[in-house]
Structure formats: structure tokens, C-alpha cells
Nanobody, 128 residues
Framework: QVQLVESGGGSVQAGGSLRLSCAAS????????LGWFRQAPGKEREGVAS????????YYADSVKGRFAISQDNARNTLYLQMNSLKPEDTAMYYCAAARGYFCVSDSWSLRSKYLYWGQGTQVTVSS
């Protein structure tokens, strides 16, 4: 069982930055797919970014490429999402997710059904 706890959400003006953190209860430094998803009101949960801890390969949704960066701190068992140049359309509840395997080294990285463990979410609000 893996428990995930997100933090770092908040309110920011457009163009600002936030860094989300996701603390894991177990070591996830090898053989895990770790991902960030978001869900805006009235919309489906969508994949934002993913990292495969075996090779540190990263994947991003087109909407956040060049603005967001996913990273993993093995010593702290913590996943991060650095979000820069935030836009109002980035407003959503952000969730981290995890699962053993290497499915995320393909287009499957954004499939919610592939991830077994989920955090409770942290709210990000970007005002114009």
C-alpha cells in the first residue's frame, strides 16, 4: 500500500509559479510510474505529467510543455511539479498518482486506470 499526500497548492496570479509536492509513504525510486493529474470543475481528470523512476523519463501534456516540470527526490520519497507561467486554465484540483510498472514510457502515461494509488488532491487557482 502506498499513501500519497500532496501539498503546495494555492492561489496565484496569471504568470506566477507554484511548486506542488507529493510525499510517498514508501520508496518509489525504482520501477514506479509517478504522475500528476488535474481535474477542473465539470471536466474529466486529465494527465498533466509523468515520470518513470527507472530511467527518469518524463512525459507531459501538450498544454503544459515548456511551463511545467516533473521531478523526483529519491532521498525524500517526494514527487514535485514545478509550474511556471501559470494560466487561468490551469485552475484545477491537482492529484498525484503512482503505480508499479513501466507503462508510463508510452502514451499510456496519461491513463488514469493505470495508476493504483492516488493522493487526496491540492487546489490550484490562477486568477487573470
Amino acid at each position: 500500500q502506498v499513501q500519497l499526500v500532496e501539498s503546495g497548492g494555492g492561489s496565484v496570479q496569471a504568470g506566477g509559479s507554484l511548486r506542488l509536492s507529493c510525499a510517498a509513504s514508501v520508496h518509489t525510486y525504482s520501477g514506479y510510474c509517478l504522475g500528476w493529474f488535474r481535474q477542473a470543475p465539470g471536466k474529466e481528470r486529465e494527465g498533466v505529467a509523468s515520470i518513470y523512476t527507472g530511467t527518469y523519463s518524463t512525459y507531459y501534456a501538450d498544454s503544459v510543455k515548456g511551463r511545467f516540470a516533473i521531478s523526483q527526490d529519491n532521498a525524500r520519497n517526494t514527487l514535485y511539479l514545478q509550474m511556471n507561467s501559470l494560466k487561468p486554465e490551469d485552475t484545477a484540483m491537482y492529484y498525484c498518482a503512482a503505480a508499479r510498472g513501466y507503462f508510463c514510457v508510452s502514451d499510456s502515461w496519461s491513463l488514469r486506470s493505470k495508476y493504483l494509488y492516488w493522493g487526496q488532491g491540492t487546489q490550484v487557482t490562477v486568477s487573470s
